[in-house]
Nanobody
Framework: QVQLVESGGGLVQTGGSLRLSCAASGSIFTIVDMGWYRQAPGKQRELVAIITSGGRTGYAGSAKGRFTIARDNAKNTMYLQMNSLSAEDTAVYYC???????????????WGQGTQVTVSS
């Protein structure tokens, strides 16, 4: 009964910024690691950024220096701040999270429905 809902996508000009949000709800004991993925038309889904429960982060080379991933554990929400956007960033962005429903739960992966980001050139 875990739901992940992305928001914040839209149309932006080259060089602009967007902030994506991923809100988790449902049967949540704790969220372990979370990440943002994206998929452009005709391309495979790729990892953009990850953040662990301990706050450690990792970025794809294309995102490093431009994107920042963050999370608010009290709100069960994750963010992706995207700056200096270019046409190559156009894709559907998906939220992913490993969620434990109880202390004894090993956790399982959940996906959001995706939010479209389009960068005009």
């Amino acid at each position: 009964q875990v739901q992940l809902v992305e928001s914040g996508g839209g149309l932006v000009q080259t060089g602009g910024s967007l902030r994506l949000s991923c809100a988790a709800s449902g049967s949540i004991f704790t969220i372990v690691d979370m990440g943002w993925y994206r998929q452009a038309p005709g391309k495979q889904r790729e990892l953009v950024a990850i953040i662990t429960s301990g706050g450690r982060t990792g970025y794809a080379g294309s995102a490093k220096g431009r994107f920042t991933i963050a999370r608010d554990n009290a709100k069960n929400t994750m963010y992706l701040q995207m700056n200096s956007l270019s046409a190559e960033d156009t894709a559907v962005y998906y939220c992913n999270a490993n969620v434990r429903s109880s202390w004894s739960d090993a956790g399982r992966t959940h996906w959001g429905q995706g939010t479209q980001v389009t960068v005009s050139s």
